[in-house]
């Protein structure tokens, strides 16, 4: 007989279950858990640093703009010029002024106008006047925010103009926007800062402060929206310059009588102020020579150029053509003996 083979497991012997290859839904789960806490955090770190990031370029660009105002402000008060109006003179008529007011703000003058000699007249074959009217107002806009607006005019008024520009008047653009606000102060003769000036009314007529101050105040990255208490409203940032006026005010009827007074002294000590003085180091004048009129002590040149024909029949052209440049030498010690006719000594 066929015998048949026995494929079964000897005894005592068990089959073991087949492993299977893979991940089971919890190591899943596990893993999808871990990698979004991992994304979340870093895209909140992401965030963060992006905030921060646009937080300090708006913050740089804040003080950009108020710098950039800073400079167009202090450029025109440099030429800030006041002429004193005259006692005899309508106070209504006199075109020239420096003007502060307080519009808005509760401390100093938000609202500045004056006249200025900063302007840069363009190319003509006119004379064109360096002189204008600047003006600086603050508007304040629905959400709270502070415009700047510039004014200027070309032209003197032709007489005292009371009052300021507005947004509408022309000559008017804004010159910053989105600001918290601008502030000037000024600085008497006595050293003392006042918040507004009037050189149109009589206590102040024909007066200049000494100094300026411009406060320029920004609402910082945060907006005016986000600004709850004064604590916080007191921590925003501000930006502020000093502008000293070396000029000072100009008594034009003054300079007028000093000059008739020094021309009536001038002529009644014999001298005319069209006679050209040549001056020393120290300078002060230098009295001609007396020797060097009459022909004593003359230079080689001065005798020469004055005789330069008979020079030339005496001692030929090409010496004296030498010799009318020689400055540093006098005649008298020359070593070439001159006529005397000459009348060079």
């Known amino acids: 007989m066929q015998s048949r083979i026995d494929t079964s497991m000897p005894s005592g012997r068990s089959r073991s279950p087949r492993r299977s290859i893979g991940f089971t839904l919890i190591e899943v789960l596990a893993a999808v858990f871990l990698t979004t806490i991992v994304v979340s955090v870093a895209l909140g770190f992401y965030i963060n640093l992006s905030n921060s990031s646009q937080r ?14 800073l400079e167009r402000v202090s450029r025109d008060l440099s030429g800030v010029t006041l002429l004193t109006r005259p006692e005899d ?4 008529a006199w075109p020239w002024y420096f003007t502060a007011i307080s519009q808005h703000s509760f401390a100093g003058s938000d609202a500045l106008k004056f006249i200025t000699r900063s ?19 603050s508007v304040v806009e629905e959400d709270g925010t502070v415009t700047l607006y510039r004014w200027s005019s070309p032209t003197l008024p032709s007489a005292t103009e009371l009052g300021f520009p507005s947004v509408e008047t022309p ?3 804004a010159v910053a926007e989105g600001l918290r606000g601008v502030v ?7 050293g003392e800062w006042v918040d507004d000036w009037d050189s149109t009314q009589l206590v102040a007529s024909g007066e200049l402060p000494t100094a300026v101050e411009v406060v320029v105040d920004v609402w910082g990255p945060a ?12 921590q925003l940032p501000s930006y502020e310059r000093v502008v000293v006026l070396l000029q000072r005010p100009l008594d034009l009827a003054k300079m007028i009588q000093d000059k008739a007074l ?3 002294a001038l002529a009644a000590a014999g001298g005319t102020d069209d006679e050209e003085v040549e001056l020393d180091e120290d300078g002060n004048p230098i009295e001609p020579d007396p020797r060097t009129e009459e022909g004593e002590g003359m230079t080689v040149a001065d005798c020469v150029n004055r005789n330069f024909d008979a020079c030339v029949g005496q001692f030929g052209a090409q010496n004296c053509q030498v010799w009318a440049n020689i400055n540093s030498l006098k005649i008298a010690t020359f070593g070439v003996a ?8």
């Open 223 to 234: 907006g005016p929206q986000d600004v709850g208490d004064e604590q916080a409203l007191e």
């Open 119 to 137: 302007q840069r007249p363009k190319v003509s074959a006119y004379h064109v006047s360096d002189l204008a009217q600047i003006a600086y107002f």
């Open 184 to 190: 000037f102060r000024f600085r008497n003769e006595a």
């Open 56 to 69: 300090a370029v708006e913050s740089i660009q804040e003080g950009i703009d108020a710098t950039s105002v």
């Open 262 to 264: 020094a021309e009536q």
């Open 338 to 345: 001159v006529p005397p006719a000459w009348g060079c000594r």
């Open 89 to 92: 003179s309508d106070p209504l």
């Open 171 to 173: 000559g008017s653009y």
